[in-house]
């Protein structure tokens, strides 16, 4: 069997509950994992589970302020939950360091394709957590990426909501571009601008479908293209955000993504940038018992 898929998972990950009526579940991720463990024993592919480590208070600060990494890390606070919870600091510190192991995977040339589900915390700013995101994982990897591999970073970001916290963490590098379709008009109300520098969005409105999410990585696709003519930029490593909120039943957005749309997103992905090596993370979805865990796990799947 010559297809692998790298998963990066810890069984704490089913911990991260804010509340238990909060959209935030952290049993999606079991499920997710659990689901592609059942399709690399019908022989699907070779799954490799691998443990996270823990990120290092150095690797944090590469884009988030001291002062919040201490609020978040010593005080266990954060606008995002209620009281001093360090069991969710120690998650989120978690979660970064998940994707930094996926992301040396990759850089190790043992992986080709590298998913970490709770990765793509996409909201988080430099000194503040925002929509349930503490620590801005993708943001964090990509510099690391760059500026100690020499590496360019192409983003794709589908989940239903922009792609703000990495766009603007990323904003001033050039060697880093992010791309996010998403839909107008909710949280967190940026994105609307369709190319403004080092970074480009394709905005939906609500009730737009598979279509429309084609069409926006299609146009992301022509964007790298004229980079790749005029200036020579051509991306050494993908992050996919793959958020499955933009998902008809997902109760957080207006979007109209089916389950065949998302498989026709990572097969044109894999189309254009499949000689990649590839970095999934999971970003939002709030159908933890359901849809969430099988579109991560067909969307992966076809990659």
């Known amino acids: 069997m010559n297809k692998k898929i790298h998963l990066v998972h810890s069984d704490e990950y089913k911990n991260w509950v804010f509340d238990k009526t909060h ?14 463990r059942a399709a690399s024993d019908r022989g699907e ?54 994707t930094l192991t996926a992301l040396e995977l990759l850089l190790s040339g043992e992986a080709n394709l590298a998913v970490h589900l709770p990765g793509a915390k996409h909201h988080a700013q430099y000194d503040h957590a925002s ?53 107008m008009g909710i949280f967190p109300g940026t994105g609307l601008s369709m190319h403004d520098c080092d970074f480009y969005n394709f905005p939906l409105e609500a009730g737009e479908g598979d279509d429309r999410l084609l069409s926006g990585i299609n146009y992301f696709i022509r964007k790298l293209e004229y980079l790749r003519w005029d200036f ?8 996919v955000a793959a958020g499955a909120d933009g998902h008809a039943e997902d109760p957080l957005t207006g979007l109209k993504y089916s389950d065949t749309g998302y498989e026709k997103a990572a097969l044109l992905l894999k189309e254009h940038f ?30």
């Open 23 to 36: 959209p935030t579940q952290g049993r999606r991720f079991t499920n997710a994992r659990n689901l592609l």
């Open 131 to 183: 929509g349930f995101c503490v620590f801005n994982d993708f943001a964090i990897a990509a510099d690391i990426a760059d500026m100690n591999h020499g590496k360019k970073v192409l983003i794709i970001d589908i989940d239903g909501h922009h792609g703000d916290g990495t766009e603007n963490l990323m904003r001033e590098n050039s060697r880093v571009i992010t791309c996010s379709v998403h839909q």
């Open 232 to 239: 020579g930029w051509q991306p050494d490593v993908l992050f």
């Open 45 to 98: 592919f070779e799954l490799i589970e691998v443990e996270p480590r823990l990120a290092t208070r150095q690797e944090l600060g590469r884009v988030h302020a001291q002062g919040y990494i201490h609020d978040v890390l010593d005080h266990h606070v954060t606008s995002e939950w209620k009281g001093e919870r360090p069991d969710l600091s120690h998650l989120a510190q978690l979660f970064v360091g998940g």
């Open 274 to 303: 499949g000689h990649l090596p590839i970095l999934i993370g999971g970003a939002g979805g709030y159908l933890p018992d359901s849809k969430t865990p099988e579109i991560w796990s067909k969307f992966i799947s076809s990659l």
